[in-house]
């Protein structure tokens, strides 16, 4: 579906100033290949949130620096959708706890979208539609995890994978913009290869939930940890992300770059191999900050294309794929862009900005 | 493909020395047959038979030789 006179003003990304080394700080594995695992994932350090660092403040950061680098009144802002699978609260909804913070005007809608990797894409879908049909001229999107509160660290499925991360992107009206192309898709039969069992209301919090255990492979994770079926999922990704790419582009030839959800190095290597995608197009940016789910597109953009996407208009394929299962796909025209560096978010400045 | 092409297509995917892995060997007894590993067989499967075998029947084989039995009329003697 084509979707147009919609803009991309600008993308920013905070991630914790902790950090953990894969192997060093992390490694409860003694046994595990380490060298194999990062050779695997690509993943040599993730930034992590320190207790009390929400996604929130992370996403509020994000914002404010994109605000600052555009110079947009936040009073013109009329809609802010918060993508993520980890809010602050059950509720109210976090896209409310931040228009506060974020002192934006009371006529802003303010919503959450419950998505993981394929969020921002449905994100940018949704902001699109709602500037494009009159309803907004301006939209804050807003994607951000702490997947690292949902991971075992005695589970080497998933420890050494995740990072945390926040990310704000702007979107407005803009009758010369070319139109963007959208491809979406859901097949919840996957839903319990990639899941955090407990804590919601099907199976709810008690004190049983919380206790890790040993599962398969001597991983230990409770059943409010995330568990993550690594050959399925990739099986999952095989079946339709090569389908959803093609469908929105042929070859490679118009493209500048290609950013996938950055789920990890072998995926993504595979997955270009396959698409004889162009190694220079295809986009690797998890080294430093690991697989940052429904942040990790919007991270890459600001991590390995800021510099070009500062200064010039790029044209782009964006995929995000996982979580639900759900993916989506999005073709664009965007920049020059405004893109501020990297936030690095203090826990004091968490506290202090809450 | 023939068998002896699969068995060192499968010992590219364990890094396993050439002429060293056999259909009755156990795949629980073989070094790094891990999720890592069984991803990067889908990854073999896909990409040189064009075949996408549901998960649970690889983690359920219990030796090379099962492997095999999957491929089905792909692999010949």
């Known amino acids: ?354 | 493909m023939k068998k002896v092409e699969f068995l060192a297509a499968f010992e590219e995917v364990l890094e396993a020395d050439p002429d060293t892995i056999t259909e009755s060997q156990k795949l629980a007894d073989l070094d790094g047959w891990d999720s890592l590993t069984i991803m990067a067989f889908i990854a073999m499967v896909d990409e040189k038979f064009g075949m996408n075998i549901p998960p649970p029947e690889i983690v359920n084989a219990k030796t090379v030789g099962d492997l095999v039995v999957l491929l089905g009329d792909s692999i010949s003697g």
């Open chain 1, 1 to 354: 579906m084509n979707i147009s006179r919609v803009s991309l003003k600008g993308i920013a990304s905070a991630v914790p100033e902790q950090i953990q080394t894969v192997g060093e700080d992390d490694n409860k594995f003694p046994d595990s290949n380490v060298i194999k695992i990062i050779e695997n994932t690509g993943i040599r350090k993730r930034h992590i949130a320190q207790t009390g660092q929400c996604t929130s403040d992370l996403c509020f950061a994000a914002s404010e620096s994109l605000l600052a680098a555009t110079g947009i009144d936040r009073a013109t802002i009329d809609t802010l959708i918060f993508v993520s699978q980890t809010p602050d609260y059950v509720l109210p909804a976090t896209s409310c706890c931040l228009h506060s913070r974020m002192g934006l005007k009371k006529s802003c809608a303010a919503f959450d979208v419950n998505l993981g990797c394929s969020g921002y894409v449905y994100g940018l879908w949704l902001a699109s539609n709602l500037i494009s049909c009159g309803s907004s001229y301006r939209v804050l999107l807003l994607a951000g995890d702490v997947m690292s509160s949902l991971t075992s660290s005695r589970d080497r499925s998933v420890s050494f994978l995740f990072g945390d991360a926040g990310t704000a992107t702007l979107l407005e009206r803009d009758e010369n913009a070319p139109s963007m192309s959208f491809v979406l898709g859901t097949d919840g039969s996957g839903q319990q290869n990639l899941i955090v069992p407990a804590g919601g209301f099907r199976y709810p919090h008690s004190d049983k939930t919380g206790l890790q255990v040993e599962r398969e492979g001597g991983n230990y994770r409770s059943d409010e940890d995330l568990y993550m079926n690594g050959p399925e999922i990739f099986s999952f990704t095989l079946k339709e992300v090569p389908t959803m790419v093609k469908s929105l582009c042929d070859n490679f030839d118009g493209v500048d770059a290609v950013v996938m959800h950055q789920a990890n190095k072998f995926i993504l290597e595979y997955l270009a191999k396959r698409l004889k995608i162009p190694e220079e197009k295809s986009i690797l940016a998890l080294e430093n900050y690991g697989n940052t789910s429904s942040a990790s597109i919007p991270l890459a953009l600001t991590v390995a294309l800021a510099q070009r996407l500062k200064t010039q208009s790029l044209q782009l394929l964006l995929a995000g794929f996982g979580v639900g299962y759900s993916w989506g796909a999005v073709r664009l025209h965007c920049g020059p862009l405004s893109i501020p560096d990297v936030v690095l978010l203090s826990k004091i400045d968490s506290a202090n900005d809450s």
